[in-house]
């Protein structure tokens, strides 16, 4: 069983930057990734960005790509997401995601999720 808890969300102007974490519990297998997903009001979830847990590979949805990173800390057994530039369309309820995936970008993919963060970005 794995457990995720995400943290760092709030209000932001646009421009500005957070970066969320995502500190995991339990057995974190080797071929797992990490991923972060986001949820706005009336809107479906959508991908942001995956990390293998193990090697470091990454993908990016095309809307933040260039203005997002994600990372991994295995000795914290944590994932980040620095988010640059940040918009007002970037506002959304962000999730924390663990699974056996290949950087697999749907939510089916993934296992294990977290409570959420709410990002807000004001214009």
């Known amino acids: 069983q794995v457990q995720l808890v995400e943290s760092g969300g709030g209000l932001v102007q646009a421009g500005g930057s957070l970066r969320l974490s995502c500190a995991a519990s339990?057995?974190?297998?080797?071929?797992?990734?990490m991923a972060w997903f986001r949820q706005a009001p009336g809107k479906e979830r959508e991908f942001v960005a995956a990390?293998?847990?193990?090697?470091?590979?990454?993908a990016y949805a095309d809307s933040v790509k260039g203005r997002f990173t994600i990372s991994r800390d295995n000795a914290e057994n944590t994932v980040y997401l620095q988010m640059n530039s940040l918009e007002p369309e970037d506002t959304a309820v962000y999730y924390c995601?663990?699974?056996?995936?290949?950087?697999?970008?749907?939510?089916?993919?993934?296992?294990?999720w977290g409570q959420g963060t709410q990002v807000t970005v004001s214009s």
């Open positions: 995601a663990a699974g056996l995936s290949a950087l697999g970008q749907n939510a089916i993919d993934y296992a294990y």
């Open positions: 339990g057995h974190m297998f080797s071929r797992f990734a």
């Open positions: 990390i293998r847990w193990f090697g470091g590979s990454t």
